[in-house]
């Protein structure tokens, strides 16, 4: 049975697509959601309808590629709540660019958002779970992080660096009793994969195995999962929801 009841989530990206569907389901299921983006009035209306529900949502407005304000975002969310139990980072940037006419801006920026971030989130957010002695990190991953890309090689860059970094903190925390997995979602139907695919969008979902794009509340449940008693001796792991077409 998977439970969360009265465990503390903090959820980054949390305005829209896979973050917000993960903030409403944790919070549904019990737990103190701490809902984080960049965008505050998005993740304001978030808070707002959770707790229109009866459940429970607090907010942080945060950009993800900083040390520092991530750092005072943990510090904060611990001195409110005492503990972190549950991490979903989902918060990322995506755009299509031709591998060669990719700018030294654009490539600092997706690492900077994708990679850099992770690593100051998971590793503030990592030392609050080992103190505690308990903890679970879910990272939001990508097929492309494994698998390369030639319009989105900064972004395969950045989730293949991802991927690298959750294998190791699963490496390094796990001891303490914290697990840390990382979810390929696949072909999702969120505004920044549709931004992303802005005119062939119909094309590959229909291509997709199942023959159409996920929906952010069906990625939500995965990660329930991961986040209750099923993902408790799960660790190191880079799970995808669905396999993919061609392979």
């Known amino acids: 049975m998977v439970s ?19 903030a409403h389901l944790l919070a549904l299921e019990g737990a103190q959601v701490l809902a984080v983006d960049r965008d505050e009035s998005g993740v304001g209306r978030v808070c707002e309808a959770i707790s229109a529900r009866g459940a429970r949502a607090g907010c942080a407005v945060c950009d993800l590629g900083e040390a520092e304000q991530i750092r005072a975002m943990v510090e904060s969310a611990l001195a409110q709540y005492g503990r972190i139990d549950v991490l979903v ?23 900077r958002i994708n990679l850099d971030g992770t690593f100051f989130l998971t590793r503030d957010v990592g030392r609050a779970m080992v103190e505690q002695g308990s ?23 950045s989730k293949g660096g991802m991927i690298a970094l959750t294998k190791s903190l699963a490496l ?21 994969a549709r931004t992303a695919n802005p005119k062939n969008w119909d094309i590959k979902a229909a291509a997709d195995v199942l023959g159409k794009a996920a929906m952010p509340d069906e990625i939500a449940q995965t990660i329930l999962f991961l986040a209750g008693t099923g993902g408790a001796y799960t660790t190191g792991q880079i799970l995808g929801t669905r396999i993919r077409y061609g392979q």
Not at 97 to 110: G, K, N
Not at 138 to 152: P, W
């Open 4 to 22: 969360i009841q009265n465990k503390v989530a903090l959820v980054t990206g949390a305005a829209s697509g896979i973050g917000r569907a993960a």
């Open 89 to 111: 980072h989902a918060a990322g940037i995506c755009h299509a660019m031709p591998l060669l006419q990719l700018s030294d801006d654009q490539w600092r920026e997706t690492l």
């Open 135 to 157: 903890g679970t990190m879910i990272l939001m991953t990508s097929d492309r992080g494994v698998y390369g890309s030639i319009d989105y090689a900064h972004y395969a860059a």
């Open 172 to 192: 390094a925390l796990g001891k303490h009793g914290v697990t840390v997995n990382g979810l390929n979602p696949g072909m999702t139907d969120t505004p920044l």
